[in-house]
Structures are given as structure tokens and as C-alpha cells.
């Protein structure tokens, strides 16, 4: 079609589109922010290290869950590949964890290529159910496998070398890797949010039809967001085998875990920057207290507020706090 | 050759419950287009309600089944109204939040109100076996499988025969042109969750005697639904009750021919098989 | 001029039914060719399978010269085959830019290009003013343009517009009409499915008709709408004037004669300015009609004009956005659908909606679900085993197994079961064979005979109104006519609503 004189005057045809600098500014200011929790809460690292390990992993989860819109609860067995994975390397191999994340990252981006190419026809709650039945028969394998992974009994992670000089199974250090990876992870959305593919995901999950006939392949997308996300995702499940140092399959691979990924975007928004961050925020703080008064390990205010925000908070509470300032 | 019949008549046994389970599952599939992940929760919640009365009530076990049924039915009617209708219109992962909410919330209540330590249920009969020719067979089982077959095949009439049945299947079917025939739908909605749920609490209680009974236990049971419900074709009740059989003879002869720690992975490998090549189950066309 | 698209021997079949029937379709650049045709004739399966959104059954498809018949829809996009979608598909949850720049990046990788590309298609649209708002805050005339500039912004060779105007008001109309011509001018060839024949009539160079999945005519604009099949296809036959056969049991009343005397006590169906919407494409804006006691009265108007609507906002399937439904003293716009059918309101649904995996005599128990009409369960059966006795033989049959006139008979059996006192039928001959559409019309003109009211919708206008009572003409949710049957089948007007002409 020939061009005719270009006329962008409305200013609404500028805020159309998410300005790019503008967010990642958000982002560093976030991220700025936490990097103090270390300082200001000495007392509570634990607690901060789970808080932001498991943003990050819901932000990866996020990846494919919320932009892509494909719902997946058997995310923990990235979590468990990135673990064991790092793990058996540094104990049977005696390669450095680093390297071992590494590996790990690449056996995730592996399987999820597999795992995609094989289920993203299914649609709807079939994809759902597909990603449960290879998570928990990944779980069985991996318990009943020890020769490879130690079986039931689990791995225990005594030594390690120093990263850069620190002290790997320190608290704060963890922290901030911690949060080096949710940056990533909050990053890698940032631009999933603005660029070409981030918007091909997004046309993809509001509606695959339309999306095809502008010209997206949705099988291809589907699969290349969920290689990244199970790529960041693995990365998450290393330093988590390293911050609990000892783990067994029936933990790593849980659908438990899987489920608490997937809750933690959702409660706070999913397809959104901070969404994961406030859902883990809330859900791991939660829970804290929770335990605080009721001993043994408790989902319960996991069930409640996901109950509460799917009746009264669609898209999430991260979206009601932007609709209040809004107002 | 005993032993294989040994095995086969233990999978059957256990495979009918399975088949209960799965027939709720998909009615509730069929009618309102919900995947239930609470499922076995609800099993989880027949269990400690069988408990309960057994223990305060010191009556038989299977005794008590009918106000299991119907503490489960209540319950299922009571959490369909407050927390399913409000989103009956909502897109579809909605109702799989919701229902994993629900089953988060009802397993950890059943922890606070019962605690961590596995239950077992102890009555004259929990060991006694009788025979016919070299098999045996557990008087508990025995039982239980005798209550499902009537169960089932009550429900094979009241979906079959009764206006009520037809009501259920005509919603399922096509809801709008259930309305058109004055049948209130929403009614219905209500009615087949309250079912599925009494029938999941139903087989908590005839699996009580050959389980521990544990808050955490729920989401297995959920799988076995969901695998029982893919192998029949979802929302396909007749199919409910092959795939349930199927299930429990192939974990029953996995686990004595292969392997009992991989029990389980045959009946998810078969069910990410059907998944994948034949989406409506294996006993049904498809639905369209 | 050089050729865009050519189809050979296309055909699309689901199940047994022969939804495009070996259709040769030609277009050559540049031009503007309008696809017609009456309800289920094929025309947005076609649409679907020239876009790759189906699978063809058998035939070819070829785009400017080069085979495309298994080449998936994306690809199409990227060699230049833009649509829209009748059902509406925005991506509601992105901006208005954000949709069209999905699009703009296909041609423009670079993102200030993209950007640019999608502002100038915004501007050209005239949709600057709401780039920034989400997409599912738009109007149907929004979303309606929306469809249009993001099948834009693949700068397609060729571009199908399935239904851009239907549901827009008369100034929205006209701008999306002149918006057409634009991008024709700019150079995209188009073909185009509209049921406003007006807008088709005006706009196009060339005009192809479908019905019942086959190309039955092709034309000028002029040559089109004076081809005698076409004609037929969209107003009926006129066989079956004098087939019409006595009443066997109550004494025939010539139809056109007014029955309200001899039923005076029933009660009375009313419409008064019924408004109702889909979400926030509003298909009726202004319906008031009346339906009296023992009348026949049929709902006439062209595709999307509204018929399907009104009688599902009277079955309460739809809610009514303003005005009221009155039938006797009840207002049926508070209650829900199976109170309405409990008032002995029943409404045999558009492409029968049985229950499929149920017996035909489960279909008809079904019909009979309510309290009020269980008693007299074994009397409401025989008397339509007596009507339908094909229906007693297939008792036992599966709903599905039978063919689409005894379908279409089980449907009316089950809405009788009910004993309603108004019958409402939505296009009962659609899709069937000319010798069950007589006995369809026969049927029919028993029931009313029966002393049941019926308010009847249908495309079949010429058989329609020769066994109404009255009827009323309904366009874009408007009533636009109302008159004795006989009288309208004569009258210009019907023909204009339904032809354009």
C-alpha cells in the first residue's frame, strides 16, 4: 500500500503502546529497593531469600502462564531439574554449582522442548492436565531412579566451592543471587511486554485464531516461551536445592510446588511486571505467620486467597492496587 | 494362573471404586464444564467424616455411609452455590483456581481439626477373609465392592430412567435447550455437584478399610479421577466406570509384574497417551 | 489484470452435511467481490478455508498463482491473505495500538517502524482516539473497525471482510462503506460477506451467490438480483400454494383470516420496544410486536436482522436490555427460561438442538420436564406419536441417527410436549430437503389448528407469509412492517429488505 503523509498527532496513539524505558525504570527501582531487605531485616533472611527465590520462579513461571496464557501445573519439574541437575554435578562430578545450574538450565530447555512439542495442541484444561500427569511421572521416576538421584532417601549438598570469593550456602549471599534472578526473570518480562515476540505471545494467548491470521505461528512461540521459562525456572530450582542443601523428590517435584508457582502469579496478576512478586509476597508471608501458630507446614492461606481473588480480584492484586491509585 | 486372577479380582475391586470417583468427576465435567481439582479432597473429607462418626459414634463403618453421603452432599451443594455459581461465567482456568483453592482450604482444615498422624480404622472384620476355590478375598473389600455395584447401578437408573436423570443428561448435553423444556438448569448445576461430591465422600469411606487415612492424600485421588475421567472420555459417565476398571487392573498387575514403585506411572502414561491420540476417551465418540 | 485467488472444486464437509460444495471461485486484483447468500449457505467456511483457519475436505486453493490449499494460516497472513472474523476476535485485553501493532510487526520488525505503521493505519481508521483504551472497552462498531485495521496492518494483497457493517447504525454504516472503498483504492482486492444487501449491492463489482454450500449464481449487482434462483434461495418457493391440505378435524379457516375472535381468553404475547445485546453488540434495537391468541404470525427479515434474537430474548435466553415482554399479565423479562416455558411459553430452537445422545422418546420426556405437564405425560406423547407416527417407529433411536427432516419433527414433538399455549419456531425449514419443508409447513398449520398460538421465524418468506396471519418485517432490530401475511407477500418492500433492491 502506498504511504500517505503520517499524521501521529493524537496523544493517545502514544500511550497506546507500553513505553519501554518508563517500566524498566520501575523495575530497577523494585529491585533497588529490596536489595536493602538484607540490611533492614537481618533477623528475617530466610524468610526474604523465599520471598524473592520464589518470585522469581513465579515470574519465569509467568513467562508461560500469564503471557502466553498456557496454564501449566507441573513447573516444579524444572525446579527439580535445576536441582538435581546442580547438585548430582557438584557430588558426583565435582563440577563447580555454577556450571551445574548450567547444565541444568540446559537439561530444562531440553525436556521443555520435548514436553511442548508433544502437548501445545491441547488446549484449554487438557494442556493443564497433560503438564500434572508429566510432573508427577517425573516425580515417581525421579524417587524411584536412586542409583541416578538418591532416591526417596534424597541428596545433601555438605560443601561447597566459594562463587566469586562468597560463601554459597550463606543467607544473604543467597539473597542477593536471588534477587539477580528475579531481575532477570522481572526483566525478561519487561521486554516480553513491548517488543515483537513478547506481543506475539500476548496476541497468542488472548486469542490463537486471530493471532494466526496476522501472520504468528503459535506452536513455534508457545514452545520458544516455554524453553525461557523453563530455562529461568531451572536456574530458580538450583539455588533452591543450594538454599535448602538437603532435598528429595518428593519436594522438588511436587504438585504442591507446582501449584504454589502457579497461585503466586495469579493472586498477584498474572501477565503482569510485579504480579508474581506481590502473589509470592503475600502467600510466602502468609504462610510464615501462619506457621507461626499453627505448626506443620500449612497451604492454607494459599487456598484462601486464591479463593478470595478468583471471586473478587480476577486479574489478580496487583491490579486492584493499580486500580485504587488510578482512582 | 491364580495369582493372576488373585491380582485381577483385587484390581477390579479397587477399580470400582475408582470408577465411583470418576463418575462424579464427570458428571460434573458433563454438566458444568469444570475440571474439579478439589476431587479427592472430597474423598479425603468422606474418609475423616467415616471416622468421625465411627469413632464418636461407635457405629459400624459401613453404617454410616448414608450420612456420609449426605454431609458430603450438603457440603457439595453449600460450596457450588457460594464459590462455583458467582463464576459460572468466568473463563475456564477460574474454575480450576477456584477448585484447587477449594481443596487447599477444605485439606487444611481437615489437618487442623484432625492432625498430621495417618488414621486407621480398626472393626472385627478388617482382617477377615473368606474363599472361593484358591482365591481369597477380604470381607472389608468384599463389602465395599458389593456397595459400589449397587451404588452404580442405582446411578445407572436414576441417570437412565428418571426424569431427574434425564434433566442431568439433557443439561450436559445442551443447557440452553434444557431451559427450553422448563428445566432450571442452575438447580441442576447445584444438584450434580452436590453428587459428585457425595460420591467422591462415598468412596473415601469404602476405601477407608485398606487406607491410612491423611489430610494430604487428597490430590492423589485427584489424579486417579482425573485418569479414570480421560480414559472414559470427560463427561462420559458409562465411560467413568470402564476407565475405573482399567485403572485399578493396570495398577493392580504393574505392581505385582513390573514394578509397585512405579504403580502409578502406568495409569499416567496411559493417560497422557489417550490425551494425546484420542482425546474423547476410549469408549466414547466424541462429543461435539 | 492478474489473478489473486482461484479455488477448484472446494468442498467442505462436516460430518455428512456438505457445508461448501465444490465451489471455482475466481478474483482478480483490484476487484470487490461480494459473497451472498442465505443462512448456513457456506459463506464464512469458505472464508475459512481460503484463510487457512480450516482444513479443506477436497479441492485446491491457489494465491496468486501458487498453491495454498495445506499451507497453515499463518503463513497465509505473511503472503498477504488479511481477514476479519464475523464472531469478533480482538485481542481484548491489549490496547487498540497494541492490536494493530501484533500486526505491523509482520511487515515492520523494526519497532519504531512497526509503531509508525500501526499509527498511520489508527489514523486511518479513525480509531486514534482510543489507541490507548483496551480493546474490549470498544463499541461493536469499534471492535468492528478494530477487526478491519488489524487486517490492515499486514498491508494484505487480499482481504475478506466477513460482516464489517451488519450491527452498525446507518452513519456508522456509511463510514465503514467509504472506509472500503479506500482500501480498495489503496489497492487490496477484497471479497466481502455482508447481509445488508444495500451496502453489498453498492459496493461490489461482482457478486457470487452460495446456497447451501454451492455457487449458484454470479453477476453484476443488477444481473444478481433479478436471477430468478437467486430469488428462490433467499424468499422461498411458491410450490406448495395449493398442496396446502384440508384440516382433517377442525374446520379449515382459509389462512390470512384473523383467529383472535375464536380464541379470545388465552393470553396475548407483547413485545414493547424490546431492546437486547450479545455482550455489547446490540442486535435489537426496537421491537414491539403482538401475538394473539390462536394467530399464526410469522418474523420475517433478512440474516442478522434479528429474528433468531427477539424470540430468544422471549425465551429468556438473552436478557432484555430495555423495554418489556408481556404474555397475558406476566412479564417474561423478570423471570427465567424454564418459568417462561412453565407459562406455556415453548420455543423449538434454530437447528433443532436435540439432545443427541438421548432416545427420540427421551428427547420427547424431556419436553415434558415440568410439574404441570407430567400428568398429562402419556396423552402429550400420543398425540405426537399421532402427529410425527415416524416418531413412534424411531422411539428407541438415538436423536443423532435421524435424518435432518425427522430431527426437525422430534424438535416441534418436543416443544408440544410441554402443552404450551404459544409455540415459537425458528426457522423449522432450514436446511431440509423441499418435500419435508411441505410437510414442515403442514405441520405447521396443524399445530395452530390444534388451537396453540404459534409465532414462526423463518427464511422460507414466500411459504411463510402465504400461511400467516399477520406478519411483521424486521431489519437491523427494527420492526419495519407490519401487515396481513398474504398482503406483504406482494408488497416491494419485503423484496427490498431482503434483496436490496
Known sequence: MPQTPLSVSHPAVRRGVNAGPWSLGWVLVVLAVLAFYPVVFRNFLTLGVTIVLFAGMATAWDVLGGWTGQLSLGHA????????????????????????????????????????????????????????????????????????????????????????????????????????????????????????????????????????????????????????????????????????????????????????????????????????????????????????YFPGKSLFVYGLLIILVVLFAPDGLGTVVRRVRRV | MVEFIQIVVNGIFTGGVYAIIGIGLSLIFGVMRIVNFAHGVFLVVGMFTTLFFFERLHVDPFLVIPLVVLVGGLLGVIVERSLLEPIARAP????????????????????????????????????????????????????????????????????????????????????????????????????????????????????????????????????????????????????????????????????????????????????????????????????? | MSEVLRTEQLRKLFGGLVAVNDVEFAVAEGEIVGLIGPNGAGKTTFFNLVSGAMRVSSGRIFFQGREITHAPAYQRAELGIGRTFQIMKPFPRLTVMENLLVGAYLRHPNRHAAVRWAAEVIEMMGLAEFASASARSLTTAGRKRLEVARALTLSPTLLLLDEVVAGLNPVEAEGTVELIRRIRDRGATIIMVEHIMRVIMGLSDRIVVLASGSNIAEGTPQQVATNPDVITAYLGTHEGR??????????????????????????????????AAYGDVQVLWDVSLEV?????????????????????????????????????????DQMSSHDVVNLGVAMVPEGRQLFNQMTVEENLLTGSSLARTRTLRRTNLDRVYTLFPLLRERRRQEASTLSGGEQQMLAIGRGLMSAPRLLMLDEPSLGLAPTIVEEVFRVVQDIRREGITVLLVEQNVQQALRIADRAYVIESGRIVLEGPGPELLQSAEVRRAYLGI
Do not use: C
Open chain 1, 77 to 292: 519439574v524444572f525446579v527439580g531439574i535445576g536441582a538435581y541437575t546442580m547438585a548430582l554435578l557438584v557430588l558426583r562430578a565435582g563440577v563447580a554449582p555454577w556450571w551445574g545450574a548450567m547444565a541444568g538450565v540446559g537439561a530444562s530447555v531440553v525436556v521443555a522442548a520435548m514436553w511442548g512439542a508433544v502437548t501445545f495442541r491441547l488446549r484449554g484444561p487438557y494442556f493443564a492436565l497433560a503438564s500434572i500427569a508429566v510432573a508427577e511421572m517425573t516425580r515417581i521416576v525421579a524417587n524411584n531412579w536412586a542409583s541416578l538421584t538418591g532416591g526417596a532417601e534424597g541428596v545433601s549438598l555438605p560443601s561447597l566451592p566459594r562463587f566469586l570469593g562468597l560463601d554459597l550456602f550463606s543467607r544473604r549471599v543467597e539473597f542477593y543471587i536471588a534477587l539477580v534472578l528475579l531481575g532477570l526473570a522481572v526483566v525478561a518480562a519487561s521486554w516480553l511486554q513491548r517488543s515483537r515476540f513478547g506481543y506475539h505471545l500476548q496476541a497468542i494467548r488472548e486469542d490463537e485464531d486471530a493471532a494466526m491470521a496476522v501472520g504468528i505461528n503459535p506452536t513455534r512461540d508457545k514452545v520458544l516461551a516455554f524453553l525461557a521459562s523453563a530455562a529461568l525456572t531451572s536456574l530458580g530450582g538450583s539455588l533452591y536445592g543450594i538454599f535448602l542443601g538437603f532435598f528429595e523428590p518428593r519436594g522438588m517435584f511436587s504438585l504442591d510446588l507446582s501449584v504454589q508457582l502457579a497461585l503466586m502469579a495469579y493472586i498477584g496478576g498474572v501477565g503482569t511486571l510485579f504480579g508474581p512478586l506481590v502473589g509470592a509476597g503475600l502467600l510466602v508471608g502468609g504462610s510464615e505467620v501462619l506457621r507461626i
Open chain 3, 242 to 275: 395449493d398442496a396446502r391440505p384440508q384440516a382433517t378435524w377442525s374446520p379449515g379457516t382459509p389462512a390470512g383470516e384473523n383467529h383472535s375472535a375464536r380464541e379470545d381468553t388465552g393470553p396475548t404475547l407483547a413485545l414493547r420496544r424490546v431492546q
Open chain 3, 292 to 332: 394473539r391468541p390462536g394467530e399464526l404470525v410469522a418474523l420475517i427479515g433478512a440474516n442478522g436482522a434479528g429474528k433468531t434474537t427477539t424470540l430468544r430474548t422471549v425465551a429468556r435466553l438473552l436478557r432484555v436490555r430495555d423495554g418489556e415482554v408481556q404474555f397475558g399479565t406476566n412479564r417474561l
Open chain 2, 92 to 288: 475456564e482456568h477460574a474454575s480450576i483456581l477456584m477448585t484447587v483453592g477449594i481443596g487447599l482450604v477444605l485439606s487444611n482444615v481437615l489437618l487442623f481439626t484432625f492432625g498430621d498422624a495417618p488414621q486407621i480404622i480398626n472393626t472385627r472384620y478388617s482382617t477377615s477373609t473368606w474363599h472361593l476355590g484358591p482365591i481369597t478375598f477380604s470381607t472389608a473389600l468384599t463389602i465395599s465392592f458389593f456397595l459400589t455395584v449397587v451404588v452404580i447401578s442405582g446411578l445407572a437408573l436414576l441417570l437412565g430412567r428418571t426424569d431427574l436423570g434425564r434433566a442431568i443428561r439433557a443439561a450436559a448435553q445442551n443447557a440452553d435447550a434444557a431451559e427450553l423444556q422448563g428445566i432450571n438448569t442452575r438447580r441442576v448445576r447445584s444438584l450434580v455437584f452436590g453428587m459428585g461430591f457425595a460420591l467422591a465422600a462415598l468412596a473415601g469411606a469404602l476405601l477407608l478399610p485398606q487406607l491410612f487415612a491423611h489430610p494430604s492424600i487428597g490430590p492423589t485421588y485427584t489424579l486417579k479421577a482425573f485418569i479414570v475421567t480421560v480414559l472414559g472420555g470427560m463427561g462420559n459417565v458409562a465411560g467413568a466406570i470402564g476407565g475405573g476398571l482399567l485403572l485399578g487392573i493396570t495398577e493392580s498387575l504393574g505392581a505385582a509384574y513390573v514394578s509397585s514403585s512405579y504403580r502409578d506411572v502406568f495409569g499416567l502414561a496411559a493417560f497422557l497417551l489417550v490425551l494425546l491420540l484420542r482425546p474423547a476417551g476410549l469408549f466414547g465418540r466424541s462429543r461435539t
